[in-house]
């Protein structure tokens, strides 16, 4: 039977993954229509500008440890900035703020952590086909990582510290965290969670994330259509029809539905999906971040370059106890940033005058202008920004500028970037 349609193949989204498989399918010699609901391309990643320069709203740190991103990089030949080093570190343990270098935190931190992935390689010889595990995933996939932690012999503060920081990985409670997914992430980074945690939070793109998406999306040469929000999807033997909010409706022999679990639901799919994804997406992902950013007058410790210099990174040493707190967590992935429920440090982070509150429960780590690659005084941008501009009557307009707090399409509200929040004006010395 021939049927006509309006292209050959829909892709519903164009985060990442959107835009991955319309340049794959276009190089396939397919033409193909991207339906992305937003008013932009990139999804849960957003470099938009704000405080006066450019921002990664969202994802924002890459590594070599997650090899499609890399290839891409290399593929667009994008370069990649380090962001400056943690210095200090503070935890809270017994309700009581503790507080010391970074590597005093990742000292107290470690044996939780180390205890709660000692067996990633052997659950996940092959991260990237996660099931290969086979039956010995079953033995502990009703597991917790606050019960994994439960069951290590850590003293009362290297149990508050590592499931502070479990909180910022998954982005939600510990005890909706899973420990296959725990040992998944870190199997990722060849099983070392020091290794995990210099992934999170120390390279960025140079000019942000959308440099990326951009290339890929100019590259791919699909047509992509914004503020096309897909409403239903229904498929029989002779293709795909995709029904938009709008009540338009566009068809194609086949159609890719990129969306992360979280809204998944949020489509009607015709015939259903299997019982499996439905339940997936129905109980969703642990996450329930948002991330902030903050900018603050008056002089501030800047207490958010959250990772280690590329000099100085656990990895390229044997003392791994200089790590710091990453600054997303592969939970991210699906979800976002910090959580509502147990809040850890937010993502701020700024070369000068940003600050970030302090979690109940989750360690953060803190850098030092003196030994930032850049110098920034308050007020100014992060110090990977090309161009740090002294803006020093910004916190207010910055504070008032329109930062979405109701979700939009794709975002589930744990991927809605929050209020932009300003403290109140410390002490004023160079704004
Ligand atoms: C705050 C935050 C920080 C992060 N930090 C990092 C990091 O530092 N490093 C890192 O590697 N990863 C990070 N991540 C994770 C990373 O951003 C994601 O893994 C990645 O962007 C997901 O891409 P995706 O294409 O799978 O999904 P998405 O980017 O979510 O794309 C899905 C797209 O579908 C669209 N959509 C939704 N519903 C519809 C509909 N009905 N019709 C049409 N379109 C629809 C959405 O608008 C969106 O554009 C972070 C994520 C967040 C939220």
Redesign the pocket.
């Known amino acids: 039977m021939t049927t006509t349609h309006d292209t050959d193949v829909l892709v519903?989204?164009?985060?990442?993954?959107?835009i991955t498989a319309a340049r794959e399918l276009r190089r396939q010699g397919h033409q193909v229509l991207v339906?992305?609901?937003?008013d932009r391309?990139?999804?849960?990643?957003w470099t938009d500008t704000r405080f006066g320069r450019d921002l990664d709203m969202?994802?924002?740190?890459?590594h070599w440890v997650?090899p499609h991103?890399w290839a891409e990089l290399t593929r667009y030949g994008l370069d990649v900035v380090a962001s400056p080093p943690a210095i200090h570190g503070y935890w809270i343990t017994g309700g009581q703020r503790r507080s010391g270098t970074a590597e005093d935190l990742l000292a107290v931190i470690d044996r939780g952590m180390t205890g709660s992935t000692a067996r990633a390689l052997e659950h996940f010889p092959l991260p990237y086909q996660p099931l290969r595990g086979g039956d010995r995933l079953t033995e502990i996939d009703d597991l917790t990582i606050r019960a994994k932690l439960e069951q290590l012999d850590l003293t009362p503060e290297e149990f508050d510290a590592a499931e502070g920081m479990w909180a910022t990985n998954f982005n939600g409670p510990t005890e909706h965290g899973g420990y296959t997914q725990a040992l998944r992430w870190v199997a990722l980074t060849g099983g070392s969670w020091q290794l995990n945690f210099e992934a999170?939070a120390t390279y960025e793109i140079a000019g942000g994330t959308r440099r990326l998406a951009e290339a890929m999306a100019a590259d791919s040469g699909a047509e992509i259509r914004t503020g096309?929000?897909?409403?239903s999807v229904h498929q029989d033997d002779t293709g795909a029809t995709a029904s938009l909010e709008d009540g338009s409706q566009l068809t194609a022999a086949a159609v890719v539905v990129?969306?992360?679990l979280n809204?998944l639901g949020?489509?009607t799919f015709e015939p259903q999906l299997s019982p499996g994804k439905r339940r997936a997406a129905q109980r969703g992902q642990t996450s329930r971040?948002v991330?902030v950013w903050a900018l603050l007058r008056g002089e501030h410790e800047p207490s958010w370059p959250p990772h280690p210099a590329p000099d100085r990174s656990p990895c390229a040493r044997s003392n791994t106890s200089t790590t710091t707190r990453p600054?997303?967590s592969p939970s991210?992935?699906?979800?976002?940033?910090s959580t509502a429920t147990t809040p850890p440090p937010s993502?701020t982070r700024c070369s000068g005058g940003c600050r970030t509150p302090k979690s109940s429960t989750s360690p953060a780590t803190t850098g030092s202008p003196t030994t930032s690659p850049a110098k920034p005084g308050p007020c100014s941008a992060p110090a990977n920004s090309p161009a740090p501009t002294p803006n020093c009557n910004a916190p207010k307009a910055a504070c008032s500028s329109p930062v979405p707090t109701t979700p939009?399409?794709?975002q589930d509200s744990s991927?809605a970037p929050s209020k932009a929040a300003c403290a109140p004006a410390a002490k004023s010395t160079s704004c």
Request: aromatic share 6%.
């Open positions: 519903v989204g164009a985060g990442f993954a959107g339906l992305e609901a937003r391309i990139g999804g849960r990643t969202g994802g924002t740190w890459v997650q991103v999170c096309a929000r897909v409403a990129t969306l992360p809204v949020s489509i971040g991330k600054s997303w991210d992935r699906t979800t976002a940033h993502r939009t399409a794709g991927t």
